[in-house]
């Protein structure tokens, strides 16, 4: 499960930990789905704010890979509020940094 506290859906980074090929990560019935090979000791990192993909080796070069999201389904649709069912094959790592961005703080003095 992901929990998003917000009251509106909100953008995220993920970041997936090699190996893995062509990796899947399903939220809220939505598929998050980028076409590459990453290999042990790299990371793919999908940012929602700035529309970017990116993979990152082993040494720190990096990789843009925006063309080879997956088309069917934005990588980028924000996360929903709430409690949200997230799946994967389980066979590799993933982090999920959700941004609650409000116009005004949650609580006032």
């Known amino acids: ?11 995220f980074r993920m970041t ?4 893995v090929t062509d990796p899947e990560i399903v939220i809220a ?5 980028v076409e590459t090979t990453v290999f042990t000791d790299e ?5 929602s704010r700035s529309n970017t993909v990116i993979k990152i080796g082993r040494l720190g070069e990096e990789t843009d890979l925006y063309n080879s999201r997956y088309k069917l389904q934005s990588v980028f649709e924000k996360i929903p509020p709430g ?8 066979g590799y790592g993933i ?10 703080p949650r609580w006032t003095l």
């Open 29 to 33: 019935n939505h598929i998050y789905k």
């Open 83 to 90: 409690r949200q069912v997230l799946t994967w094959p389980g």
């Open 16 to 19: 997936i930990y090699g190996p």
């Open 1 to 11: 499960m992901i929990n998003n506290e917000s009251y509106l859906p909100c953008h």
């Open 95 to 104: 982090d999920i940094t959700l941004f609650d961005e409000r116009s005004e």
């Open 43 to 47: 990371r793919l990192v999908i940012d």
